[in-house]
């Protein structure tokens, strides 16, 4: 299966200068000029028609990585492979072209909607700037991708606000799917939604993939929607990738102390059933001051001192990649 994105040595730097003040207030003052390093050299790749999970707590770069395939941010270096086009290195009038096969659903339905467009028109919109097509024929696309992701027709003319969590989250998809994407990047897609939606969109998500034949990058901090959705997972730390391995390998056999300790919080409806929680000590490092080595080594239960010697992804059984001096050992 030939893979459909590669990501190598990805990294996206920001300057903390160029953020607010409250943020750069609290930023320990050095005399050199802070940076923080959101993404940090990661590689991956994502097979044609597979469903990528990507997890990790919050702030560990998830949503920047997605944000960077898509160039909705500009990456600092490192290559965005899309069918073997390197779209780090592609200007933006001919980025227009590619964009109709690359699209994001984002995790706020509301915000991700211009509140002042109709259902309509914010489905028409990716047709307007990508396919030359007729008014009969954008409304005829309108209407089927509707009906596709499970919209009444006579939502077509109400704007955001008239519209629930469910709605407007579904119009978020609907928009995504217009143009036949051939990438599609979710941003943690249920976590605004309440309990009895998210199932809803999951099944709809998991239908529209085979109907379409789309490639998922799926992020989320639900680790169990994950699992059910994904075909690989790749956890994510401080800017890093720690582990990867198809989805049923990772959650049965775990190897990073890091995804041990991610999984082990994941609840158990059975309340007679126990589990062993692992929890990490200490703090998570600053983005502007990494420590060297392997970046959990501070919270990490199993370190020891060749822990501070730089890391990298070593495949430790077949397909299952994982960043650890203590299991390369």
């Known amino acids: 299966m030939a893979a459909l994105v590669k990501i190598l040595n ?26 923080l390093r959101a993404v940090d050299g990661i590689s ?8 990528l999970g990507l997890v990790g707590e919050s702030g560990c770069g998830k949503s920047t990585v997605a944000r960077c395939i898509l160039r909705l941010l500009e990456p600092t270096s490192g290559k965005i492979l899309f069918e073997e086009m390197d779209l780090a290195g592609v200007k933006e009038d001919d980025l227009r072209l590619i964009r109709r ?13 211009n509140p002042r467009l ?19 024929e954008r409304e005829e696309r309108v209407l089927e991708v509707m009906d596709q992701v499970g919209l009444d027709r006579e939502l077509l003319n109400r704007f955001p606000h008239e519209l629930s969590g469910g709605q407007r989250q579904r119009v978020n998809i609907a928009r995504a799917i217009t143009t036949r994407p051939k990438f599609v990047a979710l941003d943690e897609p249920t976590s605004a939604l309440d309990v009895s939606l998210r199932a809803k969109i999951v ?3 998991e239908g529209l993939k085979s109907l379409l034949s789309t490639t998922y990058l799926f992020i989320s901090h ?31 056999h775990p190897l990073h102390p890091y995804t041990k300790a991610l999984l082990s919080a994941i609840p158990i409806p059975d309340p007679n059933v ?7 000590k200490g703090e998570i490092p600053s983005p502007t001051n990494i420590p060297k080595g392997c970046r959990l080594r501070g919270r990490c239960p199993v370190a020891k001192d060749t822990c501070s010697e730089e890391v990298y992804l070593q495949e430790l059984a077949p397909d299952h990649w994982v960043a650890c001096q203590r299991l390369a050992a």
């Open 10 to 35: 990805l990294s996206k730097h920001f300057s903390v200068k160029d953020q607010g003040v409250a943020f750069r207030a609290l930023i320990p003052f050095t005399g050199k000029e802070a940076v």
């Open 44 to 51: 991956f790749s994502i097979q044609k028609g597979e469903t």
């Open 203 to 205: 099944l709809l998500l």
């Open 274 to 280: 126990k589990r062993d929680r692992i929890i990490l």
């Open 101 to 113: 096969n690359l699209q994001m659903i984002f995790q706020d339905p509301m915000a991700s909607l």
């Open 222 to 252: 639900d680790l169990s929607t994950v699992k059910y959705l994904s075909d690989r997972v790749a956890v994510m730390y401080l800017g890093t990738i720690v582990e990867i391995a198809e989805a049923h390998e990772l959650f049965r």
């Open 118 to 136: 109709s259902v309509k028109q914010v489905l028409e919109e990716p047709l307007r700037l990508h396919e030359k097509s007729t008014p009969k």
